[in-house]
């Protein structure tokens, strides 16, 4: 493959993985046809993508995406499982399939974001399917504070304790609720410089920025005035970011800014690991 072709793919793999916010890496040595063909199909109905990738590819793709702590050291052949719609349809689809064809081995993975075990997506797998969990919420919203208690007693009880749970730690999202189109720009904008792809000129992306707080006596750490220096990009998804990084964080509601700042934060911790010597070289910005 050519390295053009090469940057190609892993350019369209990175926007697919930007936009799903659950993908899981399996191995699948020795798959026939048939069993590979039957995965396809039970991965295409839940609405999920399925595709067989090059650890190499999955790495250099997964930068700067939520994926790329769980796509370091992969080994032998890996196939990715991803989806922007239902996480749990996904998880229960694949385990059901796993325990029917052992040789479909989990490696790692994400599910709304945050990296999982194995364990984990079995967690998620046996969530009851999220039009059973809105028809007992809505049932409970419902009833009559008696009935309410005695629901809470029985099942209720059960699926409020799995469902504050799997809140908690992130493992799924409620119907209709999606990060804004705002937050998703502004997360572009902090990976336009410090995830840019290619990721070669990654340390001259942020050399500049370095240099513009420099400039402006700022603090790198101090988010959102840092950030505001952050360079926008030319597009993203075929349409203009606004000039001005302070008009997106205006529009952020204020539990998706505290998310933006941490993740503005790990990337921080990113640059110092990998380019100890900017550091030394702006002491007035770190």
Do not use: C
């Not at 994926?67 to 689809?93: H, I």
């Not at 504050?164 to 999606?178: D, L, P, R, Y």
């Not at 750490?221 to 950030?227: H, K, L």
Request: aromatic content about 6%.
């Amino acid at each position: 493959m050519k390295k053009d072709e090469k940057k190609e793919k892993a350019e369209a793999l990175h926007q697919e993985l930007e936009k799903s916010h659950t993908v899981v890496l399996s191995g699948f040595e020795g798959i026939t046809v048939a069993q590979d063909f039957e995965l396809r199909r039970k991965i295409a109905q839940v609405g999920a993508k399925y595709k067989v990738v090059k650890n190499s590819l999955i790495e250099r793709a997964s930068q700067g995406t939520p994926l790329e702590p769980a796509a370091k050291a992969l080994k032998g052949t890996t196939s990715l499982a991803y989806t922007q719609q239902d996480a749990v349809a996904l998880a229960k689809a694949l385990t059901a399939y796993a325990k029917e064809n052992p040789i479909l081995k989990f490696k790692s993975g994400i599910v709304q974001g945050r990296v999982v075990s194995m364990a984990d997506l079995g967690a998620v797998a046996s969530l009851p399917p999220k039009e059973e969990l809105f028809a007992k919420a809505l049932f409970l919203m419902k009833a009559p504070a008696r009935n309410v208690a005695v629901a809470i007693a029985g099942v209720g009880r059960k699926l409020a304790v799995v469902i504050q749970q799997a809140v908690k730690e992130q493992k799924f999202m409620a119907a209709g609720t999606s990060q804004s189109k705002d937050y998703v720009s502004l997360k572009r904008v902090i990976d336009w410089t410090f995830n840019p792809m290619p990721a070669e000129s990654r340390e001259a992306r942020a050399r500049r920025f370095l240099d513009t707080l420099q400039a402006s006596g700022q603090r790198i750490r101090d988010f959102p005035a840092a950030a505001n220096n952050l360079e926008v990009g030319s597009s993203f998804d075929g349409h203009k970011t606004p000039t001005s990084v302070q008009d997106l964080l205006g529009a952020v509601p204020g539990a998706e800014r505290d998310a933006l700042s941490q993740y503005y934060q790990q990337q921080i911790d990113k640059l110092e690991k990998d380019f100890p010597t900017l550091k030394q070289e702006f002491p007035q910005v770190f």
